[in-house]
C-alpha cells in the first residue's frame, strides 16, 4: 500500500513525501482494531532520506465511524522485532484504554499480548488486573496465578490475588 503526497514544490515550497506501509497486520474484535504495520517516508526531493518507522493503532468503533483511540510509532533505530519490544508496546496500548475506561478493549489487547508472549509474568499479570476492573473475578485469579507461576517474585500479583480470593 502506497500513499503519495505530491505537491509542486517549485511553486509552494512543499516537499513531496511518498509513504509505503508493508507488513500491514489488522485484527478486529466487535468496536475494536489493532492495526501493526511498518511505515516508510521517502523525500522526493532527496531519494536518500528515508524515515522508517513501526506503528501500533487501536481502532475504536462509534457510530459507524472507526476513530484512532491510540498510537505509537517506534524508530527503526530503537525498534527491533522482538518478543520484549512487542510485549511493552501492546501493554501500554492496554493501559492507555484502561485509562479512557475503555476496559473491554484493555482485556482484548492484553489478551492478544498474552498470545504473543505466554510465557511473560506481566502480561498475564496485566490481563488479570483488566479482568479484576472489569468484575471477572474468576478469569482475574487465573491469569494473576499464571502470572505467579512464571514468576514467584511479582509481589503485586500475589497482593491482587489476596484480595480477589478474599473477596
Do not use: C
Not at 532527496?46 to 506503528?55: E, F, Q, R, T, Y
Amino acid at each position: 500500500m502506497i500513499a503519495k503526497l505530491r505537491k509542486d514544490s517549485e511553486k509552494t515550497g512543499q516537499i513531496a513525501i511518498t509513504v509505503t506501509f508493508d507488513n500491514v497486520h489488522i485484527r478486529s474484535s466487535g468496536n475494536m482494531a489493532f492495526v501493526e504495520a511498518d511505515e516508510r517516508y521517502r523525500w522526493s526531493k532527496n531519494d536518500s532520506i528515508v524515515w522508517n518507522v513501526h506503528v501500533y493503532t487501536v481502532l475504536m468503533q462509534e457510530n459507524g465511524t472507526w476513530k484512532t483511540a491510540n498510537q505509537i510509532r517506534v524508530g527503526t533505530d530503537t525498534y527491533a522485532v522482538n518478543a520484549p519490544n512487542r510485549e511493552y508496546e501492546l501493554n501500554t496500548i492496554g493501559y492507555d484504554l484502561l485509562k479512557e475506561k475503555f476496559v473491554s478493549e484493555a482485556i482484548d489487547v492484553f489478551a492478544v499480548n498474552v498470545k504473543l508472549n505466554p510465557t511473560s509474568w506481566n502480561a498475564y499479570d496485566s490481563l488479570g488486573e483488566g479482568y479484576a476492573l472489569a468484575g471477572d473475578k474468576k478469569s482475574a485469579i487465573k491469569n494473576y496465578k499464571k502470572s505467579l507461576d512464571l514468576n514467584p517474585e511479582n509481589e503485586a500479583g500475589k497482593k491482587a490475588l489476596t484480595i480477589l480470593e478474599k473477596q
